[in-house]
């Protein structure tokens, strides 16, 4: 299970790299057609921003593997192991919700925005909402993996 987690997260890494040069090579284009052609193009901002948001959420659940998220530490610090393990168990939970509730606006605007596209590049919006649907259910099953291997810690 260790390798197919490793090689899902290299394939992620080079995604992220991917996604990345997208976003600088669309941005830097759009500078120098602006800047040296007074021309600006329209479709590098809509896939860059489709870029950042496919890079986001693809990232989330690498970082929820490895409960890396960002946290007040000098807070957690205070409590005590027991205090810590609950803040653990509840933050948890609540990365649950956030994804359910992620999970059902998708599946619920799903349907409305499968036939739309960009104005500009006429990239389909389902495409990106795809890219979320799986990398958020991703994301909660390492949620679920870490919840569980939390309240396995005591025993």
Do not use: C
Not at 131 to 143: D, M, P, R
């Amino acid at each position: 299970m260790k390798k197919v987690l490793d090689f899902y997260e290299k394939i992620i890494g080079w995604l992220e790299i991917a996604l990345n040069l997208l976003i600088v090579g669309g941005i830097g284009l759009q500078i120098i057609t602006r800047f040296f052609f007074n021309l600006p193009l329209k479709f590098p901002e809509e896939v860059s921003a489709f870029a950042l948001i496919a890079m986001v959420f693809v990232g989330v659940s690498v970082v929820e593997r490895h409960n890396e998220h960002l946290r007040v530490e000098f807070l957690q610090d205070l409590l005590p192991t027991k205090g810590k393990k609950a803040m653990n168990i509840v933050s948890r939970l609540l990365t649950l919700v956030l994804t359910g509730g992620i999970l059902a606006g998708e599946f619920q605007l799903f349907p409305q925005i499968k036939m739309l596209k960009t104005h500009a590049a006429r990239i389909p919006y389902a495409w990106l909402h795809i890219v979320i649907i799986v990398s958020t259910i991703l994301w909660a099953i390492f949620a679920v993996l870490g919840l569980l291997s939390e309240l396995r810690k005591g025993e």
